[in-house]
DNA sequence: TTCCTTATTGCGAAAATTCCCAATAAGGCG
DNA sequence: CGCCTTATTGGGAATTTTCGCAATAAGGAA
């Protein structure tokens, strides 16, 4: 997976927003740093070249291109959030509320759901990426023992 | 909605967990409180009741009980989460990335994916309450204009 | 190229959440 | 009822995330 720069900034100017190096250069760390990125490690990447672009602006940005539907937020097993392209390839996440473990759903499996979702109730949901919370195999059944 | 008292606590022993009278006046303020319900809500109930009674363990209760499936987890439109008893009715949310509202969907709709997922994946999908981000009606046309 | 408007940033402070660890107290057992 | 083991808590410090606002700089227009 790569990414269109010339085509995200285009999109960006056309909707008023400003194309600016911070910007620029945390989408670039997070499609270097790949999946599930966290802010704090933007910020470690950024900071080296950029030492002065704060942690508010990174948590600003990553925030900002979610909502523009460049990037994605990814629910983390401890809680957390990261952050990815999104672009990529979609896939989705089961992640064990008792043992933490993350399994990774292949995105054929929501189509039918988001047709649903997008037909009868007029909503888009979003599918660069869900986390759905639950137990496991090994785990659904250990809870009363 | 009303909560067996003498349950959770028989079933919490049960596995080996105590029951705390912090744990109890949490469990009682979400319930007081309503749906979702922010941490520091359940603070300020609690800390007038018990004023030594820290934050970390509201924050540490409300996962411990997240986890014990007697809470539930709900992502709020501002991406804080809140809780509320896992018991009650289950609805879930369509929250809009772009103008933050919140819509109500009804469980049924979830049933026919919960089950695909129980079956092939033989992951139970913690179905108290789910979040899906996307774009409402009036949004979803607006982002390329 | 210069000017103007205003979207963005940086920084420091505030708020929210988690961590650490010694002190406390459930509750099983005799 | 009292003892013991160890799950939990309290409190403060550390970390993470957000906020407020003045200073900066995109980028459209002249």
Redesign the interface.
Known sequence: MNYNTTEINR?LR??GFRVTPQRQLILDAVYKLGEHVTPEAVYDYVHRIAPTLSRATVYRVL?FL??Q?ILA?VYMADGHLAYEMAGAEPHHH?V???CDSL?E?PHS?LRS?RQ??DT???????VSH?S??????DC?DS???
């Not at 009868?120 to 979003?126: A, P």
Request: aromatic letters at 16%; one cysteine or more.
């Open positions: 999109q056309k909707s925030h979610t909502e539907r937020m089961l064990c509320r008792t399994f759903l499996v759901f649903t979702m009868q109730y007029d909503f888009e949901i979003d869900l759905f919370f639950g137990h496991c195999t659904r809870t009363g023992a």
